[in-house]
Antibody, heavy 121, light 109 residues
């Protein structure tokens, strides 16, 4: 079955760029939409953005000026870059698959376990 | 932005009891485009309910969702030990495309 695995540095310095990759195994990245969601320690969930294999994307307006997502179909991976990070960007970052339920909407039906990224000098 | 407010913050119940979780939206959720997720400690969230009342694949029928407009409810008819977790509601459609509630923790009494 399809599985998602996040990877990337667990520690990033303030003002630098956070870079994460999600590897999709057991299925093709070209068949769905893919998303990043984060969860600060002990807090709730925040949608960051989504991307389609063609490059079509959508970002949360609150993060849009700092976020870039990309897809590498040859590696079955998609990536997140978040620039100018501060301590408030410390969170567990999850990648997820977006499933289209037709008239019932789009939702996240498959998630990676998440990776903790701490922003600290 | 649609803000989702969940209540209560924590629900203390015993196995076998009924759990009723509330999610209230700051404005009407279009076409009932609302979901519920369960997150067990140390795990990623999992989709339970979508479209306000449809169970996701493999979700047991003790979980049910209801509501419309601005008021939605997740009901767990009889709590099993594995149901003690945090539950999030989520709306789809309004910018940002998805927003989540702050969560309700269901803990063992």
């Amino acid at each position: 079955q399809v599985q998602l695995q996040e990877s990337g540095p667990g520690l990033v310095k303030p003002s630098e760029t956070l870079s994460l990759t999600c590897t999709v195994s057991g299925g093709s990245i070209s068949s769905d939409y893919w998303s990043w969601i984060r969860q600060p320690p002990g807090k709730g969930l925040e949608y960051i953005g989504y991307i389609y294999y063609s490059g079509t994307s959508d970002y949360n307006p609150s993060l849009k000026s700092r976020v870039t997502m990309s897809v590498d179909t040859s590696k079955n991976q998609f990536s997140l870059k978040l620039t100018s990070v501060t301590a408030t960007d410390t969170a567990v970052y999850h990648c997820a698959r977006v499933k289209d339920y037709g008239d019932s909407g789009w939702y996240f039906d498959l998630w990676g376990r998440g990776t903790l990224v701490t922003v600290s000098s | 932005e649609i803000v989702l407010t969940q209540s209560p913050g924590t629900l203390s119940l015993s196995p076998g009891e009924r759990a009723t979780l509330s999610c209230r939206a700051s404005q009407s959720v279009s076409s009932n485009l609302l979901a519920w997720y369960q997150q067990r400690p140390g795990q990623a969230p999992g989709l339970l309910i979508y479209g306000a009342s449809s169970r996701a694949t493999g979700i047991p029928d003790r979980f049910s969702g209801s509501g419309s407009g601005t008021d939605f409810t997740l009901t767990i008819s009889r709590l099993e030990p594995e149901d003690f977790a945090v539950y999030y509601c989520q709306q789809y459609g309004s910018s940002p495309k998805w927003t989540f509630g702050q969560g309700t923790k269901v803990e063992i009494k």
